[in-house]
């Protein structure tokens, strides 16, 4: 990298929801996870103070702070009450004029999008499981089997579940009437790869990194449905899936394969339009990498997949997030000129 920021001269402002609907037990977690993001980033250097959005006036949270003097690392995931709403908060940030990790609003908006991220994909040549959109209860000819049926703005698996893996034309009918019903939104109907599943995270801008990948081993299961990363998987503890899917770091990978691993991911994150970091679930078959989703601003709490990632290349927690603020700091108004001047 250029010439180095002294850590001490970058005030680093950590931002993250806190809803007020939430129950107390995800208050106190969402606390405390963005407490330790925030004391490992103090501890390699950096004045750091937790914001915590309590509602929909993000920009009142700021008021008090410079842009000047001040470096965002956004963890805002969305407005307190309002659905889809993670790239709101960037767009203050934009328009207040602060410099932030991550990606900027419309890649935030976009991505949440399947639809669109999809066609961009399939615009810019990048191999992703064939698929189709539904604004109706209809099958329309899909005979493509086994598949899965996704809301079309949901994240975190939100609407995944074993049922979303259907595997004849009646299961299909009736899991997109359920996804148009449940979520009042499009289903994505997606030729459903029973294969190994790799989360890859990446970093950079212009020149990209990949981290070690992580594979997803669903060796415990034998039956379709259960192969494959539900919400229980990530979020509910003791449950079937998130007891027996085990994580492989790095992932055993030959060297040629982490070539075109990297080339496939790293043309998905520019074509989303990526900043700073993300990450991209992908599926193997037939020798051939398929890009599930993209994942900007992706999770960073310090038992994600990206910090482990980071970890195992020799980051600790506290390193990953200075990296990310310091390629944010390459835009900054100040600290960017004089790396570049330096």
Request: aromatic residues 10%.
């Amino acid at each position: 990298m250029p010439v180095d920021i002294d850590p001490a001269q970058v005030p680093v402002l950590v931002v993250y929801n806190m809803d007020p609907a939430w129950d107390m037990q995800d208050r106190q977690e969402v606390a405390s996870v963005s407490d330790r993001l925030g004391r490992a980033i103090a501890e390699v250097g950096y004045p750091t103070s937790l914001i915590p959005v309590e509602s929909e006036c993000i920009a009142e949270h700021l008021d008090p702070y410079s842009p000047l003097e001040h470096i965002v690392l956004n963890w805002c995931e969305g407005v307190p009450g309002v659905p889809h709403s993670e790239w709101m908060a960037a767009d203050v940030m934009d328009r207040q004029g602060f410099v932030f990790t991550g990606a900027g609003a419309s890649t935030l908006r976009l991505s949440q999008n399947k639809y669109f991220v999809k066609r961009i994909l399939d615009l810019s040549g990048i191999p992703t499981p064939e698929w189709r959109l539904y604004t109706r209860p209809d099958s329309d000819g899909w005979n493509r089997f086994p598949a899965i049926v996704k809301p079309m703005s949901e994240h975190c698996s939100e609407g995944i579940t074993r049922d979303s893996v259907v595997t004849n034309q009646d299961d299909l009918m009736r899991r997109i009437t359920y996804i148009l019903d449940a979520y009042q939104q499009p289903a994505i109907v997606e030729y459903f790869i029973d294969g190994r599943e790799f989360h890859v995270s990446l970093w950079g801008n212009g020149k990209l990194e990949m981290l070690p990948p992580a594979e997803m081993d669903f060796s415990l299961f034998q039956d379709i449905h259960d192969r494959l990363c539900t919400f229980e998987a990530k979020f509910v503890p003791g449950s079937d899936p998130y007891e027996k899917i085990r994580t492989l770091l790095p992932a055993p990978l030959s060297r040629e394969e982490l070539q075109q691993l990297k080339r496939v991911c790293s043309e998905a994150y520019q074509a989303i339009g990526c900043r700073d970091y993300a990450r991209i679930d992908v599926r193997y078959q037939d020798g051939s990498f398929f890009v599930l989703d993209v994942n900007p601003n992706a999770d960073i709490s310090d038992d994600a997949s990206m910090a482990c990632a980071a970890d195992l290349a020799g980051f600790s927690y506290g390193e990953m997030g200075s990296r990310l603020i310091r390629l944010a700091a390459r835009r900054h108004p100040i600290w960017g000129e004089s790396r570049r001047t330096g």
